[in-house]
C-alpha cells in the first residue's frame, strides 16, 4: 500500500486534511514533526489532539508525544522509528499517511536516505 505524504508550512492545515483522508481510505498518520515528538510542548509546536478528530472519531496517529523535553531525537531516530511504524501500519492493512512541515524528516523518508 502507497504511502501519503502532506506537506506545508506552520498551520495550513496539513493535520485536518490528512485525518480527513486516513478516515477515508484507512490510514493512520505519522507525524513528521521534529518538535511535536516532545510531550507538554502542544502550544509551542502547534499539536492539537482535536485535528486528529473526524466526526468525533480520533484517527489513528504515531510520533507524537514519545519523548521527554530535553530528551535527544535525531533523524537517525526519527528514520528508525518511522520505518518501524509504517511496517507496523501495512501489518494492519492500513494506509500509512506521512505528515508535517519538517522537511529533513520528510525528505529522509520520501528519498529512502540510507541509515
Known sequence: MDLIAITGHTAAGKT???AHIAARTGGEIISADS?????HMSIGTGKD???YLVDGVRVPSHLLDIRDPGEHYSLFDFQRDVEQVIVEIRLRGKRPILCGGTGLYL???LK???L
Not at 35 to 39: A, C, D, K, W
Open 49 to 51: 489532539y482535536d485535528d
Open 112 to 114: 529512502s536516505w540510507p
Open 35 to 39: 518538535r511535536q515528538v516532545y510531550r
Open 107 to 109: 525528505e529522509s523518508v
Open 16 to 18: 485536518v486534511l490528512a
